[in-house]
């Protein structure tokens, strides 16, 4: 299965400022898989310790002492660890602290052993302010699938290239080929397993049930990590994430959550979902202006999940809706469509010094929305339609009354510019929003 991420990790390798590396991200998203793969791979040998449950550890990091912990890791693995030559993976570093300290002490005194630790978000976060080794340590981070790498896990290497190049009038013929993939992706989403499992067998009924394993395991986690006081609080906002989202409005309510919500009552709870990893926050910005940061509405954001697919399992979308007709883009009012923008964009960043950043915009008085803003060279505004009717009045008034700004409309129409916006299929989106200029 191929990851665009690999390409940063094959910087990571060859860089002569490279620090171990902790690759995060929420659970189920491949991480173990891909830092094995890039080992076996990329390097002579490759040394694995899960951390999970395993006992021997207590007698490996019981100290910092890298000539020793080399050779004890040496004899427990039976492999000759090499400087440069052998890549160390501490898996699950999230549930033995003390290996994810240790990588503090390979930075400052072993730096030509190449070390990778991965974990999930839910652990981590609990261990940052205790032994996190802060500066110490290069970060990575891994998304679900984009639609770009479900199309690769197709195999449908030619047709990804060809988006790669940009021929975008020349595709807009095999639109509707495109659409029919665009629709998978809608249903099965990007979470690793459950696109093999689609690859492999195409039965939309182990998909449905491979997700709702997901969810049920998001759910443990959260009862195993979070604070027991704040428990009934996340599984409420997270169950609702689905039903507000459905909403015309889909900024985020709290009395949607329990009746009578206040912002004080869950913000912790919403925060926590957001450092796990499981939601992304989109704040509200005031005015589209550089730089956007300064006119965020901290009062005014919405919250998207971390995957589409995992999305119509909570909503339980029937695969007739979805696979058939236009209905499984326009469902839920546009829902999946926006969520799918959102899960392209943060898949088109890459970079790892850059955090993504994604807005929506309204005016004062609410009668205008523009449904994601974002940052590069300048501030564009995009807005999102789930069907071919791009009657647009926002964008247009947005547009007529800031002659400096670019609109992107993505849509089912086809590619075309025009003077002050661009048509882009959904299809296209990832690619084109990852070759924006950037400031």
């Not at 830092?35 to 100290?63: A, M, Q, R, T, W």
């Not at 009862?223 to 989202?245: G, W, Y």
């Amino acid at each position: 299965m191929e990851r665009y991420l690999y390409k940063q990790l094959l910087h990571w390798k060859e860089s002569n400022k490279r620090k171990p590396l902790v690759l995060e991200g929420p659970r189920q998203v491949g991480k173990t898989w891909l830092l094995k793969h890039f080992g076996e791979k990329e390097y002579e040998n490759l040394v694995y310790i899960n951390c999970d449950s395993n006992p021997i550890l207590e007698n490996v990091l019981f100290d910092y002492d890298i000539p020793r912990i080399i050779r004890t890791l040496s004899a427990l693995s039976n492999t000759q660890i090499k400087p440069n030559k052998t890549l160390i993976f501490f898996d699950e570093v999230q549930e033995f602290p003390k290996a994810l300290t240790s990588l503090k002490y390979f930075c400052e005194n072993a730096l030509e052993y190449h070390v990778v630790a991965a974990g999930s978000l839910l652990g981590l976060t609990d261990h940052e302010g205790s032994g996190f080794p802060v500066g110490k340590i290069d970060t990575l981070y891994l998304y679900p699938l984009s639609f770009m790498e479900f199309l690769l896990a197709l195999g449908k290497k030619i047709l990804v290239e060809a988006i790669r190049q940009h021929r975008w009038e020349e595709l807009n013929s095999i639109n509707p080929t495109l659409t029919e993939l665009l629709r998978q992706y809608y249903y099965v989403g990007g979470m690793p397993e459950v696109v093999l499992s689609y690859v492999e067998n195409q039965d939309l009924n182990i998909v449905r049930n491979k997700q709702k394993q997901i969810l049920h395991d998001y759910k443990k986690d959260i009862s195993k990590h979070a604070p027991k006081r704040e428990l009934p609080k996340i599984t409420m906002v997270f169950d609702s994430i689905s039903s507000q989202l459905a909403k015309e409005n889909k900024k985020f309510i709290y009395s949607a959550v329990k009746k009578g919500g206040r912002a004080k009552e869950f913000e912790n709870a919403i925060e926590w979902l957001i450092n796990a990893g499981i939601v992304y926050k989109v704040y509200r910005v005031k005015k589209l202006e550089l730089p956007l940061k300064h006119f965020i509405d901290i009062d005014c954001f919405k919250l998207y999940i971390n995957d589409l697919g995992l999305l119509g399992a909570m909503a339980d979308s029937p695969a007739k809706e979805v696979l058939i007709g236009n209905n499984g883009f326009s469902v839920y009012k546009g829902s999946f469509t926006e969520q799918y923008i959102a899960q392209q964009y943060y898949s088109s960043v890459l970079e790892a010094n850059i955090t993504p950043s994604l807005y929506y915009y309204t005016n004062d008085n609410s009668t205008l929305e523009i449904d994601f803003v974002i940052q590069k060279d300048k501030v564009f505004p995009i807005e999102v339609k789930a069907e071919e009717n791009l009657k647009s009045k926002s964008l247009s008034t947005v547009l007529k009354d800031n002659s400096n700004l670019k609109g992107i409309r993505f849509s089912m129409s086809n590619y075309r510019e025009q003077s002050q916006m661009v048509n882009v299929p959904l299809v296209f989106a990832e690619e084109y929003l990852r070759e924006l200029p950037r400031s």
